[in-house]
């Protein structure tokens, strides 16, 4: 299909050429004028520089600012081939050029229209400043909640010795996940739907015949006894070794689900974290020496291990058969754990009562203040860690699991008598660095890299500058210097 002409020369469409620049010696009438210069866009397709370069030159950038015209497909060979001036592909024109991206907020580059940014433009002044602060506050959030819980179970277990009745009766509250889901959902979605359309939508995550009574018990069950297991264990821990440890000891949870994920998902290798699971198998070791390897310590830290397995194998087998869910299916999830919680856990405190495993004189001896307070704080750190990812980092939220670990150590040196000696040091350092290790993304060498290129880049061109501002201060010196014989 040839180019139509128009009188002038113009062809349609093209009647606001303000701005571009047509090379004298190239004049195409046919596409088979300009046959060499389309032999070169392979290049285009293969050569990620040039891409990028196209993406922002100024050619591209009045294509698609223009009208509706100039979007054919005849101007946009014209303006590749170089009919306008720009020859992506000529070895004159490189990527230096463009201005470096600067690490701050770049200004808009002379010539570009009111309201847009350049190639260099600020792509950060808005949302990442705003996930950043929410990121601050989802971090206190959730170390305040997860080391305040852990506090307040160690003082409750002071006067009311029942870990498995705690656990039921904080798990019950878990009913009220997709209630307050709903309240958001209501005040804030534009399209607000009943709770029946919400529910049934919501259901669809359990597959097209919604929760049935069947997948109630296949995909819902099993990871209700896993929950309670998982709380459990580790409110039992409490009671044998101090909340430092504890806490510190089920961070080990992130590894068993990087090594869980690459037995069971094949997710990817990476050796940093194969690094930091020996890290933390090694850290537990220490922790289990720092006590002499006394039976009530051993068991306590035996019984940590077990609660972030547990939690580990949780996560990966709801990643294994549910996937991922959305924030309304996570809610319904968790609140159907609290439903199966009452109907059939409910019996076991009931067992431990008679029984007196669990046994207390009567209701007026329970600390329901602190049981309540356990249950409200636990809930926080459970609706935190589901849904902050809508407002922050996920890498940010695990931070403040790790942060409760010196959280915890401050309470107890002033509560209890622990003594931090070195190889409890040791291992809890051990410990937080493998888990902060585990928080690294996939591509993280990737990005070291280009960090490291471009310090590198940039220290070569401040080294430069320097040479020439010396060199040039020693010519205007030298010529200040030269005596003048002028009468």
């Given at each position: 299909?040839?180019?139509?002409?128009?009188?002038?020369?113009t062809p349609r469409g093209k009647g606001i050429a303000i701005g571009m620049r047509r090379s004298?010696?190239?004049?195409?009438?046919?596409?088979?004028?300009?046959?060499?210069?389309?032999?070169?866009?392979?290049?285009?397709?293969?050569?990620?520089?040039?891409?990028?370069?196209?993406?922002?030159?100024?050619?591209?950038?009045?294509?698609?600012?223009?009208?509706?015209?100039?979007?054919?497909?005849?101007?946009?060979?014209?303006?590749?081939?170089?009919?306008?001036?720009?020859?992506?592909?000529?070895?004159?024109?490189?990527?230096?050029?463009?201005?470096?991206d600067g690490p701050g907020p770049a200004e808009a580059p002379a010539g570009a229209e009111p309201?847009?940014?350049?190639?260099?433009g600020c792509r950060c002044s808005g949302p990442r400043p705003r996930k950043l602060s929410w990121?601050?506050?989802?971090?206190?959030?959730?170390?305040?909640?997860?080391?305040?819980?852990?506090?307040?179970?160690?003082?409750?277990?002071?006067?009311?010795?029942?870990?498995?009745?705690?656990?039921?009766?904080?798990?019950?509250?878990?009913?009220?996940?997709?209630?307050?889901?709903?309240?958001?959902?209501?005040?804030?979605?534009?399209?607000?739907?009943?709770?029946?359309?919400?529910?049934?939508?919501?259901?669809?995550?359990?597959?097209?015949?919604?929760?049935?009574?069947?997948?109630?018990?296949?995909?819902?069950?099993?990871?209700?006894?896993?929950?309670?297991?998982?709380?459990?264990?580790?409110?039992?821990?409490?009671?044998?070794?101090?909340?430092?440890?504890?806490?510190?000891?089920?961070?080990?949870?992130?590894?068993?689900?990087?090594?869980?994920?690459?037995?069971?998902?094949?997710?990817?290798?990476?050796?940093?974290?194969?690094?930091?699971?020996?890290?933390?198998?090694?850290?537990?070791?220490?922790?289990?020496?720092?006590?002499?390897?006394?039976?009530?310590?051993?068991?306590?830290?035996?019984?940590?291990?077990?609660?972030?397995?547990?939690?580990?194998?949780?996560?990966?087998?709801?990643?294994?058969?549910?996937?991922?869910?959305?924030?309304?299916?996570?809610?319904?999830?968790?609140?159907?754990?609290?439903?199966?919680?009452?109907?059939?856990?409910?019996?076991?405190?009931?067992?431990?009562?008679?029984?007196?495993?669990?046994?207390?004189?009567?209701?007026?001896?329970?600390?329901?203040?602190?049981?309540?307070?356990?249950?409200?704080?636990?809930?926080?750190?459970?609706?935190?860690?589901?849904?902050?990812?809508?407002?922050?980092?996920?890498?940010?939220?695990?931070?403040?699991?790790?942060?409760?670990?010196?959280?915890?150590?401050?309470?107890?040196?002033?509560?209890?008598?622990?003594?931090?000696?070195?190889?409890?040091?040791?291992?809890?350092?051990?410990?937080?660095?493998?888990?902060?290790?585990?928080?690294?993304?996939?591509?993280?060498?990737?990005?070291?890299?280009?960090?490291?290129?471009?310090?590198?880049?940039?220290?070569?061109?401040?080294?430069?500058?320097?040479?020439?501002?010396?060199?040039?201060?020693?010519?205007?010196?030298?010529?200040?210097?030269?005596?003048?014989?002028?009468?």
């Open positions: 299909m040839g180019i139509r002409e128009f009188p002038g020369g004298p010696d190239v004049s195409p009438r046919r596409l088979s004028d300009i046959s060499p210069q389309l032999r070169q866009l392979k290049y285009l397709v293969v050569d990620e520089a040039i891409k990028e370069d196209l993406k922002w030159s100024r050619s591209v950038e009045d294509l698609t600012s223009g009208p509706a015209g100039l979007t054919s497909i005849e101007e946009r060979i014209l303006r590749i081939t170089g009919y306008y001036g720009y020859q992506p592909w000529a070895a004159s024109y490189k990527r230096e050029e463009r201005p470096r309201g847009r940014a350049g190639p260099r990121g601050l506050a989802v971090v206190l959030c959730v170390c305040a909640s997860w080391a305040g819980s852990t506090q307040l179970a160690k003082l409750t277990f002071r006067t009311f010795d029942a870990p498995f009745t705690l656990t039921w009766f904080a798990t019950t509250w878990n009913c009220l996940f997709f209630p307050l889901y709903y309240a958001g959902h209501a005040c804030k979605a534009a399209d607000r739907q009943s709770v029946r359309q919400r529910y049934r939508e919501c259901c669809r995550f359990f597959g097209d015949n919604g929760l049935t009574l069947k997948v109630f018990f296949t995909k819902a069950a099993p990871f209700g006894v896993l929950w309670t297991l998982t709380n459990y264990l580790y409110l039992h821990a409490i009671k044998k070794i101090n909340a430092t440890d504890a806490s510190v000891l089920f961070c080990c949870n992130k590894a068993f689900v990087f090594l869980l994920s690459w037995i069971v998902l094949r997710d990817r290798f990476m050796g940093v974290r194969i690094v930091a699971a020996i890290l933390a198998i090694a850290g537990i070791v220490m922790m289990t020496y720092a006590d002499g390897f006394h039976s009530h310590s051993v068991i306590g830290i035996a019984l940590v291990v077990g609660s972030a397995s547990m939690s580990a194998l949780y996560k990966v087998l709801f990643k294994l058969l549910l996937g991922s869910a959305k924030f309304g299916e996570a809610a319904l999830f968790l609140s159907i754990l609290g439903v199966f919680n009452i109907l059939f856990i409910t019996c076991i405190p009931v067992i431990l009562y008679f029984t007196k495993v669990e046994y207390w004189s009567s209701f007026n001896d329970i600390p329901w203040g602190n049981l309540c307070g356990f249950s409200v704080l636990l809930l926080t750190f459970n609706i935190v860690l589901n849904f902050g990812i809508a407002v922050t980092y996920p890498t940010l939220m695990s931070l403040g699991i790790v942060l409760s670990v010196p959280v915890n150590a401050v309470v107890d040196h002033y509560t209890t008598e622990i003594a931090f000696n070195g190889v409890r040091v040791i291992a809890i350092i051990i410990i937080g660095l493998g888990f902060l290790l585990l928080l690294l993304p996939e591509e993280w060498d990737v990005w070291l890299v280009k960090l490291l290129t471009r310090l590198k880049v940039r220290k070569k061109e401040e080294t430069a500058e320097g040479g020439a501002d010396l060199g040039s201060g020693t010519r205007n010196k030298s010529r200040r210097a030269r005596p003048s014989f002028a009468r």
